[in-house]
């Protein structure tokens, strides 16, 4: 098993990560399948770990916001589908091709230059596969099967359409876009339409009039390509906070997100108490240095803290070059023997400073940055709203230099340690 050397870590529990999803199972439609997002490290959680666990439990397919997220899943050896949530660079395509990645496609434009690459890199001109047989009175092409027959098991790439119907950041946004891009798959022998989709703007919000309009408005897409002639693929919009909400619009597949790490997309949703989800992650860290202050003296930078005399105050090997972010300092707590201790001075890039009374604290003493302790919990919903933000972003600031330890029944069962595999081996030295 790979080690660490560092006295900082943090804890990601695979059993609640199963549960969570065991618990969305149970939410949605039996015939509903689950996609599993994993992107940014799998919200710090890390992707390849999460994924496998997600797919035992019973998943289907993952998603990630970058192709390069879905070549790590691949090297790792999972095999099933990934879907890129993001745009695809023209020059990435090969790649996504290659590494059978589904590429999230909304411009007409992408379509043709993305077919001329494949096409080129596989020594083929364009063939129009449908031979001479004429659109029909809609302008469709043959239908996909038949398209597929056609190809002789040459290899497509796997496009998902989004709809942008309110979000206002990738997505086709009028219906003479979107059947341009349709009909730009099927006359292509290059691609194979596996999905269409749109992404909800204010699924997390207790006002539902936007989301209604939103689902409205993917809906009336939809029809419209059915009234074209055209058989529609596994369709998906539902992230998290909407398949708490309206698990009926489930489709194919809901994306599964944030609910899957046990975080609740929001504060009011948390407090319908739909479900009950079980936050996976814990940060854990070491005390590395105790003192007893015999005068006033400052703490940190700027000296924005100065400890009074007798005053205990401990070091802890965690900064905002970690993730723990500055905008903690002289207002984070931590948690130490089931009690909380305040962040005092300003964090550091690598380490802070925390007050601490009542118990004497040794070093190697083990510190909860997140998580619980007795009968003490600090929650990344707690931590986002002391530093103006959301728990997402507070679970994907933990970045590679700290190690991931992965739980599951009470054992480590893994290992990550990103600064220890991108290290170089050491020379031998020779004597001369």
Known sequence: MEKYDRDTWVEVNLDDIRSNIHTFRKHIPEKTQIMAVVKADGYGHGSI??????????????????????????????????????????????????????????????????????????????????????????????????????????????????????????????????????????????????????????????????????????????????????????????????????????????????????????????????LNLKPALQVKTRVSNVKFMQKSFGIGYGVTYSASPGEQIITLPIGYGDGFSRLLSNKGSVLLQGQRFSVVGRVTMDQCMVSVDKIKAKVGDEVVIYGRSGNEEITLEEVAEQIGTINYEVACMLNYRIPRVYIKQHKVVSVRNLLESINPKPRKHTEK
């Open 49 to 274: 770990e999460v994924a496998r666990e997600a797919l035992a439990a019973g998943a289907t397919s993952l998603a990630v916001a970058f192709l390069d997220e879905g070549i790590v899943l691949r090297k790792a050896g999972i095999t099933c589908p990934i879907l890129i949530l993001g745009y695809t660079p023209i020059r990435a395509v090969q790649k996504a091709y290659e590494w059978n990645i589904s590429c999230t496609v909304f411009q007409t434009n992408w379509i043709k230059k993305a077919e001329k690459i494949v096409n080129k890199k596989q020594g083929k001109k364009k063939v129009n596969k449908h031979g001479d047989k004429p659109e029909d009175k809609h302008g469709n092409q043959p239908d996909q099967d038949k398209k597929e027959e056609s190809i002789q098991g040459r290899k497509r790439l796997s496009v998902h359409i989004n709809i942008d119907t309110g979000m206002g950041r990738l997505g086709v946004r009028t219906k003479k876009v979107l059947l341009s891009v349709v009909k730009g798959i099927y006359k292509s022998d290059v691609f194979q339409w596996d999905g269409v989709y749109t992404h909800f703007a204010t699924a997390d919000s207790q006002d539902i009039t936007y989301l209604n309009h939103q689902f409205e408005r993917f809906q009336s897409y939809l029809e419209f390509l059915r009234e074209k002639g055209h058989k529609l693929p596994a369709i998906h919009c539902c992230n998290t906070a909407a398949t708490m909400t309206h698990p009926e619009w489930g489709f194919h597949f809901i994306r599964l997100g944030i609910g899957m790490y046990g975080l609740y997309p929001s504060v009011y949703l948390k407090s319908l108490n739909i």
